[in-house]
C-alpha cells in the first residue's frame, strides 16, 4: 500500500521541484476568467504582496499584544477598507478569510440585534433577491434562520416590489448585491436600504465582486449605482480585498456603519481558567500575512493605482463587448457594469462552446439560468490575451455551429 506520509523527510528542493512540476498543469492565469489569477511570480504587484507578506509570514491576529506589527498592518487596512465604503464616524471594518465569512457575520449581527429591536421576529428571516451569493443560505443554516429569495426584474437586478412583498414578521434584514456574481448587475441598493429604513430593518450589501471596483469607477464618471454608506439605512457591507482589491487570496472585509454592532457579532467568553476570550471573526488564530500582503499592495497602489486598474477593466471589458457582439449568433445577457461580462448565443449550444474554449486553454464557467458563459474580468490581463481569447471563440462558435464539438458539461458548477 503506497502511503503519503514519508517515513524520512525530503529535502526541501525535491519538494520545491514537485511544487513547480504540479503548477504545469494549472491553467495560465492570462487565460483565466474565471476567479483573479494573480500573474506570474515576476510581476511587481505580486512581489509586493509575496515580500509582505513573508515578513509577516506566521504572525498571528490573535494574541497581537507580543505582534505589535500585525495590529499595525491590521489597523491600517481597516481604516483604508473605511475610506473607501465612505463610512461614517464610528463605523468598524473586521478583515474576515473571504466574502463567505464577511456574509456569515452580517447574518450573524441580523439575527443578535433582531432579539434586540425586533423581540417579534422569534424566527427570523432574511429577504433577499434570487441572485445573492450563497454564503447567506450557508449562515442561515449554521444560524438557524430562513433565507427567503425573491424573483429579479427582467434586468436581473433586484425587484424591491417583490422584496416589499416579502417582508413578513420574521422579517430582520435584506439584501442587495454590487453587483450580483450570476449576472454582473448591480442591485438598487438606495430602493432596498430605503424599504428597510422604512419598515425598521437592517440592509447589507454584499459587494464582495465589486466593494474595491465600483467606486472607483464611479470616480472614472461611469454611471454606476451607489452602495456605500453614504446611503442612508445601509447597516453593513462585505467587500473582498481578495478580489478587485487585488490582494492575496484569503482576505474580505465586513464593515458596520455602528461600531456598537459588533456586540452582536463578537464572541467573548470568560467561563474558563485561563481569562477572557474574544474574537470578532469565526477563527481565533489567524495568519496576518494575508494581511501584510492587502496593506501592501494597497499602500502600493494608492487611489492612483486602483483608478488605473478600474481603467484597464474598462479597456478589457469593452473590447471583450464589442467582440463577442461581432461573432453571429452570440450576444450579451446583460450590460457588463463591474467586471462581469455575461453572453449566451442564439439558435446553438453556450455551454458546447464553454466546452470548446476549455479544450483551447480558456478555462470557461458557465452561468445555468439563462445558459450563458461568465467571464470575471481581470485588471492584470492585456490586450493580447484578449484578441487571443475572441479569435478562440469565433472558432469554436463556428465549429458547435458546424456540430463538430459537442456539449460534455452536464451541470453549471461555482467551483
Given at each position: 500500500?503506497?502511503?503519503?506520509?514519508?517515513?524520512?523527510?525530503?529535502?526541501?528542493?525535491?519538494?520545491?521541484?514537485?511544487?513547480?512540476?504540479?503548477?504545469?498543469?494549472?491553467?495560465?492565469?492570462?487565460?483565466?476568467?474565471?476567479?483573479?489569477?494573480?500573474?506570474?511570480?515576476?510581476?511587481?504587484?505580486?512581489?509586493?504582496?509575496?515580500?509582505?507578506?513573508?515578513?509577516?509570514?506566521?504572525?498571528?491576529?490573535?494574541?497581537?499584544?507580543?505582534?505589535?506589527?500585525?495590529?499595525?498592518?491590521?489597523?491600517?487596512?481597516?481604516?483604508?477598507?473605511?475610506?473607501?465604503?465612505?463610512?461614517?464616524?464610528?463605523?468598524?471594518?473586521?478583515?474576515t478569510a473571504g466574502g463567505?465569512?464577511?456574509?456569515?457575520?452580517?447574518?450573524?449581527?441580523?439575527?443578535?440585534?433582531?432579539?434586540?429591536?425586533?423581540?417579534?421576529?422569534?424566527?427570523?428571516?432574511?429577504?433577499?433577491?434570487?441572485?445573492?451569493?450563497?454564503?447567506?443560505?450557508?449562515?442561515?443554516?449554521?444560524?438557524?434562520?430562513?433565507?427567503?429569495?425573491?424573483?429579479?426584474?427582467?434586468?436581473?437586478?433586484?425587484?424591491?416590489?417583490?422584496?416589499?412583498?416579502?417582508?413578513?414578521?420574521?422579517?430582520?434584514?435584506?439584501?442587495?448585491?454590487?453587483?450580483?456574481?450570476?449576472?454582473?448587475?448591480?442591485?438598487?441598493?438606495?430602493?432596498?436600504?430605503?424599504?428597510?429604513?422604512?419598515?425598521?430593518?437592517?440592509?447589507?450589501?454584499?459587494?464582495?465582486?465589486?466593494?474595491?471596483?465600483?467606486?472607483?469607477?464611479?470616480?472614472?464618471?461611469?454611471?454606476?449605482?451607489?452602495?456605500?454608506?453614504?446611503?442612508?439605512?445601509?447597516?453593513?457591507?462585505?467587500?473582498?480585498?481578495?478580489?478587485?482589491?487585488?490582494?492575496?487570496?484569503?482576505?474580505?472585509?465586513?464593515?458596520?456603519?455602528?461600531?456598537?454592532?459588533?456586540?452582536?457579532?463578537?464572541f467573548a467568553f470568560d467561563?474558563?481558567p485561563y481569562g477572557s476570550?474574544?474574537?470578532?471573526?469565526?477563527?481565533?488564530?489567524?495568519?496576518?500575512?494575508?494581511?501584510?500582503?492587502?496593506?501592501?499592495?494597497?499602500?502600493?497602489?494608492?487611489?492612483?493605482?486602483?483608478?488605473?486598474?478600474?481603467?484597464?477593466?474598462?479597456?478589457?471589458?469593452?473590447?471583450?463587448?464589442?467582440?463577442?457582439?461581432?461573432?453571429?449568433?452570440?450576444?450579451?445577457?446583460?450590460?457588463?457594469?463591474?467586471?462581469?461580462?455575461?453572453?449566451?448565443?442564439?439558435?446553438?449550444?453556450?455551454?458546447?462552446?464553454?466546452?470548446?474554449?476549455?479544450?483551447?486553454?480558456?478555462?470557461?464557467?458557465?452561468?445555468?439560468?439563462?445558459?450563458?458563459?461568465?467571464?470575471?474580468?481581470?485588471?492584470?490581463?492585456?490586450?493580447?490575451?484578449?484578441?487571443?481569447?475572441?479569435?478562440?471563440?469565433?472558432?469554436?462558435?463556428?465549429?458547435?455551429?458546424?456540430?463538430?464539438?459537442?456539449?460534455?458539461?452536464?451541470?453549471?458548477?461555482?467551483?
Amino acid at each position: 500500500m503506497n502511503t503519503m506520509f514519508p517515513q524520512k523527510g525530503l529535502h526541501w528542493k525535491l519538494l520545491e521541484r514537485e511544487l513547480w512540476e504540479s503548477r504545469m498543469a494549472d491553467a495560465p492565469w492570462r487565460h483565466g476568467s474565471t476567479y483573479m489569477y494573480w500573474p506570474d511570480p515576476g510581476d511587481n504587484l505580486h512581489l509586493v504582496a509575496k515580500e509582505a507578506a513573508t515578513i509577516l509570514y506566521n504572525h498571528r491576529l490573535l494574541g497581537r499584544t507580543g505582534n505589535p506589527s500585525a495590529l499595525k498592518v491590521e489597523t491600517e487596512v481597516k481604516q483604508m477598507v473605511l475610506e473607501i465604503l465612505g463610512a461614517p464616524e464610528g463605523a468598524a471594518t473586521t478583515l474576515t478569510a473571504g466574502g463567505t465569512e464577511s456574509n456569515y457575520h452580517a447574518v450573524k449581527v441580523a439575527r443578535d440585534w433582531a432579539r434586540e429591536h425586533l423581540p417579534e421576529a422569534r424566527a427570523p428571516e432574511v429577504v433577499t433577491p434570487y441572485t445573492a451569493h450563497p454564503s447567506f443560505d450557508k449562515a442561515a443554516q449554521i444560524l438557524d434562520m430562513k433565507i427567503v429569495r425573491v424573483p429579479v426584474g427582467a434586468d436581473f437586478r433586484a425587484d424591491v416590489g417583490a422584496m416589499a412583498e416579502a417582508i413578513g414578521a420574521n422579517t430582520v434584514m435584506l439584501v442587495g448585491s454590487s453587483p450580483a456574481f450570476p449576472h454582473g448587475r448591480i442591485d438598487p441598493i438606495a430602493e432596498i436600504a430605503a424599504l428597510a429604513q422604512e419598515r425598521g430593518l437592517r440592509c447589507h450589501v454584499d459587494a464582495c465582486v465589486g466593494g474595491f471596483l465600483v467606486p472607483f469607477l464611479r470616480k472614472l464618471g461611469r454611471e454606476l449605482e451607489n452602495f456605500d454608506f453614504a446611503i442612508p439605512g445601509v447597516s453593513s457591507i462585505s467587500a473582498d480585498l481578495h478580489k478587485f482589491g487585488l490582494a492575496p487570496t484569503g482576505i474580505s472585509s465586513f464593515s458596520l456603519r455602528d461600531d456598537a454592532d459588533l456586540a452582536h457579532q463578537r464572541f467573548a467568553f470568560d467561563n474558563w481558567p485561563y481569562g477572557s476570550y474574544a474574537t470578532d471573526t469565526f477563527a481565533g488564530s489567524r495568519n496576518a500575512s494575508a494581511v501584510a500582503g492587502a496593506w501592501a499592495v494597497m499602500k502600493h497602489l494608492g487611489e492612483d493605482g486602483y483608478l488605473e486598474k478600474a481603467r484597464d477593466i474598462v479597456r478589457i471589458t469593452d473590447l471583450l463587448q464589442s467582440g463577442i457582439e461581432a461573432i453571429d449568433g452570440l450576444k450579451l445577457v446583460a450590460p457588463p457594469e463591474a467586471g462581469i461580462v455575461l453572453y449566451g448565443a442564439d439558435g446553438f449550444d453556450i455551454v458546447a462552446v464553454a466546452d470548446g474554449l476549455d479544450a483551447r486553454g480558456f478555462k470557461s464557467r458557465w452561468c445555468k439560468e439563462p445558459p450563458s458563459i461568465h467571464l470575471l474580468v481581470s485588471p492584470l490581463q492585456d490586450e493580447q490575451i484578449v484578441v487571443e481569447y475572441l479569435d478562440a471563440l469565433a472558432g469554436v462558435v463556428a465549429e458547435v455551429k458546424a456540430g463538430t464539438i459537442k456539449r460534455k458539461s452536464q451541470e453549471a458548477i461555482y467551483a
